[in-house]
């Protein structure tokens, strides 16, 4: 049976004969582990953490209502855009 020392020197002596393999393994894998820690941050901020407010369970969302589709409201940022698609369009 093959202990780990051996394991380590014949990985090493495998990332040392291809040298730009292991350059590759490696600044993808550093990209992976970023890529997970960002992605892990902006969820934990945006949608684990309470909102900054008191009463956070009592707030509204504001919405716009309309007639006909002529006085439709402007759409003014993609924000904006993505409210109204997701939350307050009518399903036509």
Known sequence: MVGFPDELRQGI???LR???FAATVVVLLALGIGINAATYSVVRNVL???LPFRSAEQLLT???TWI???TRPTMTSA???FLYVVMIAPSW
Request: net charge positive; aromatic share 0%.
């Open 79 to 81: 924000a904006h855009r």
């Open 68 to 70: 006909s589709p002529a």
């Open 62 to 64: 504001p919405a716009a």
């Open 13 to 15: 002596r495998q990332m």
């Open 18 to 20: 291809v040298p730009a």
């Open 48 to 50: 684990l953490e309470p």
